[in-house]
């Protein structure tokens, strides 16, 4: 699995690199931004277990349609039927496909996610999963430098378990 982290970085630091004469044409953004997620975890048999935390991302446009982004999220916790959950860290690397419409974009997302969670002894969720995620963004830009984010992205998606999240938040493009 990090033989295949290792490889979206190389291609994503590739494309940013080889778009930096294209930033001399037109305006292309890097950004920070802070978002309050709700993350949602579904085990077969347990129920749902989620919180809400505050995720950080990170990003480069490479292109007014191509991007990518970074997710880093902890805390949290909740039970239920006698299991308890803590996140205790999510990190993402994402290619970003976006449609620009005036000061509005839509996105879709694709990447790698590795999350840790400590819970109650037989939860499916092991030390230090790694997996491909998937989601969906829009964006505003409410000013020249900050834009206005609402997402909901698929961290993981295996046999037993599922890692959801529903986030919004405000970046800061430079």
């Known amino acids: 699995m990090w033989k295949s982290a290792s490889g979206v970085i190389a291609i994503a630091l590739a494309f940013t690199f080889a778009a930096v004469p294209a930033q001399a044409a037109e305006r292309l953004n890097g950004f920070v931004g802070i978002d309050v997620m709700t993350w949602n975890y579904e085990e077969n048999g347990v129920g749902d277990l989620g919180a809400s935390t505050l995720r950080l991302r990170a990003g480069q446009d490479v292109t007014p349609y191509v991007g990518w982004e970074v997710h880093l999220a902890t805390g949290g916790d909740d039970a239920v039927s006698g299991a308890n959950l803590e996140l205790d860290w999510l990190y993402s690397l994402f290619m970003r496909g976006t449609l620009p419409y005036g000061n509005a974009r839509i996105s879709a997302l694709v990447g ?20 491909l ?17 609402i997402d909901y992205i698929m961290y993981m998606d295996q046999s037993d378990l599922t890692i959801t999240a529903f986030s919004f938040g405000v970046a800061y493009t430079f």
Do not use: C, K, Q
């Open 112 to 131: 790698l996610t590795g999350v840790n969670m400590n819970g109650t002894p037989g939860l499916a969720i092991s030390d230090g999963e790694s997996g």
């Open 133 to 149: 995620s998937l989601g969906g963004i829009a964006d505003y830009a409410i000013t020249d430098r900050f834009r206005a984010s």
